[in-house]
């Protein structure tokens, strides 16, 4: 674990956290020691520790199985190639006798791959790893085994044999999954000018060196390892059981994971070999960038949703974060990734950077008015992500006296230090006027984001609440003067549990995970209310009954307001 006390905040606490995790406590007051900071913990991870983002097997939406494989996505800054990422595999423990302690995380070998404090140790064989393997890479733990390794063998194979882009790269162009290789990619796809540069980009990303012979394409040399960093991506298992047993045996697994080597890869649960790796179009143009040396380049770093229907899975749908501004959605209904396709891509203007992890709901939409059988349709939801602008604040000073601050013990700005980036003659801990981007809240067809839903007051898809500068309260394209600032964070979900009579059926007919409100909150921690106000209504008697979907469709409220540094106050309803 490592800590990072600012200002003297909680420093025995951090510092103790920091000794019984096994890392480093340290502290900044002003920008140079924070910068420092972050380089010294950079120094640390590049020998020894491992950064990750774990996830463990459990069918969040479905609960169809929870098992206890445990996955780690992990990044190590490098000065002298891109940063390197792996995805390794463990398990927890489970009782028996080869990983009795149910508390503990074992190795392929079913030793204990954590020490006493938590921490990983060198030792841990992961799941996928091959000791007879010398990757050459291995400065550190995080380049020892996992998947990255697997991947790098078989770039070496590919590279011994003279196949150099055997990888099982696509990208979509011209409205097909296509391989990520010279005869499908042209210069303009990756905005450079000539095709010998092309050829340099598309062997970089595929492993090897930046260089191209000239004659054919070839790559010239392999670099110490293929994988790029994963940051903030949450690994995630695609499960494809047979549904037509009770039991529900599981036929094979898959595992994905997004990384700003420019991708999203999906690796097989059984070898950790590479079977699909998928490159956003729209990112196309950013892979010449990640060439250079100690450089970390956002591409597909945004959080993963798993759609199933009826069991199965359906779509896999991530967004790309700092990488862009798009929502991708593949269909993975056949267990075979070699027939994956895209269902849909979704931007909008006020989308310039994806955070927020697409949420699955559904909503009423129809009912048969004689019958009382009723149609739901499942939505995504998602917020606009966040303005890149916002990394000015709070304006930045000059800390001559190092205390980490620009104000003196009184409160009062100490005079020769604020820099007024925005010219209005003040210091701003956040953004005075607004943001330009972000400032939007969206549910749309999960099948067809552009479809039109209609319901009794009129459109109820595709819905949008965005900035506005008039106020649009009604319908499903709504506008607030109010919804100034990006929404970055995921949106929170309330549902219900319907459950009704049907003429003709026997028993109670349910419907689940229906949408009955969501809140979310703005960068500045403004909360907003969406809801779906609509109901089922017999206006008939029970013996000549006469159904209907009655509301006013989509209401929106502030419920909580928040000025930009913090004082707060609540107002409105909840």
């Not at 900044?28 to 463990?56: C, H, M, R, Y």
């Not at 979900?493 to 109670?508: C, E, I, N, P």
């Amino acid at each position: 674990i490592y800590t990072l006390s600012l200002h003297d905040a909680l420093p025995i606490w951090s510092a103790d956290a920091a000794m019984d995790g096994g890392g480093l406590y340290l502290q900044a007051n002003n920008k140079a020691q924070l910068v420092a900071a972050f380089n010294e913990i950079a120094n640390q991870a590049g020998s020894s520790t491992a950064f990750s983002s774990p996830a463990l097997t459990l069918d969040s939406a479905d609960k169809l199985q929870s098992g206890d494989d445990i996955y780690l996505g992990l990044f190590l800054p490098w000065s002298t190639d891109a940063w390197a990422g792996n995805l390794k595999k463990f398990k927890m423990g489970n009782g028996s006798t080869e990983r009795p302690d149910a508390s503990k995380v074992y190795d392929k070998n079913n030793a204990l791959a954590t020490g006493p404090n938590g921490q990983f140790l060198d030792t841990a064989i992961d799941f996928w790893g091959n000791p007879g393997f010398n990757s050459g890479a291995s400065v550190s733990p995080i380049t020892n085994d996992g998947a990255g390794e697997v991947m790098l063998q078989a770039l070496t194979n590919s590279f011994n044999a003279g196949t150099y882009w055997d990888r099982p790269i696509y990208t979509w162009k011209d409205n097909r999954m296509v391989k990520f290789d010279r005869t499908h990619i042209d210069a303009s796809d990756l905005a450079v000018d000539n095709n010998p540069e092309r050829d340099k980009v598309i062997n970089y990303i595929h492993g090897y060196t930046y260089a191209a012979k000239p004659s054919n394409g070839a790559p010239e040399a392999k670099r110490p390892w293929p994988m790029g960093a994963i940051v903030h991506s949450q690994p995630i298992a695609i499960d494809y059981y047979d549904t037509s047993q009770s039991s529900l045996p599981l036929l094979k697994r898959y595992v994905a994971v997004g990384s700003n080597g420019g991708m999203l890869h999906v690796f097989d649960d059984n070898t950790g070999a590479e079977v699909f790796s998928f490159i956003p179009p729209d990112i196309l143009p950013k892979l010449k960038e990640i060439k250079s040396a100690g450089s970390y380049v956002d591409t597909v770093d945004g959080p993963l949703t798993l759609y199933r229907r009826d069991s199965k899975p359906q779509y896999l749908i991530f967004g790309e974060r700092r990488g862009g501004g798009h929502y991708w959605a593949l269909k993975i209904s056949d267990q075979d990734p070699s027939n994956w396709t895209v269902a849909w891509d979704y931007t909008n203007p006020e989308i310039a950077q994806s955070w927020s992890a697409v949420q699955t709901v559904r909503i009423p939409v129809s009912v048969n008015a004689s019958t009382g059988a009723r149609t739901y349709k499942d939505v995504a939801v998602f917020t606009g992500g966040y303005d890149p602008q916002e990394d000015s604040y709070p304006e930045p000073f000059d800390d001559k006296d190092g205390t980490g601050t620009p104000f003196d013990s009184n409160g009062n700005l100490k005079p020769g230090v604020a820099q007024d980036v925005n010219g209005n003659g003040r210091y701003d801990l956040g953004n005075p006027d607004m943001d330009s981007a972000g400032r939007g809240i969206f549910i749309v067809d999960i099948d067809n984001p552009s479809a039109v839903t209609s319901g009794p007051a009129g459109q109820l898809l595709p819905f949008s609440v965005t900035y506005g500068a008039v106020d649009q309260g009604s319908g499903a394209l709504q506008t607030r003067r109010d919804m100034k600032y990006a929404f970055p964070a995921t949106p929170g979900l309330l549902t219900r549990t319907d459950r009704y009579a049907v003429a003709g059926h026997s028993g109670t007919q349910t419907a689940t995970r229906v949408l009955d409100a969501l809140y979310t909150p703005d960068i500045y921690a403004n909360l907003y209310k969406v809801r779906l106000d609509l109901a089922f209504i017999n206006s008939g008697t029970a013996a000549s009954p006469s159904w209907q979907l009655s509301g006013d469709g989509w209401t929106v409220d502030r419920i909580f307001s928040a000025d930009q540094i913090g004082r707060a106050s609540c107002r409105e309803r909840v």
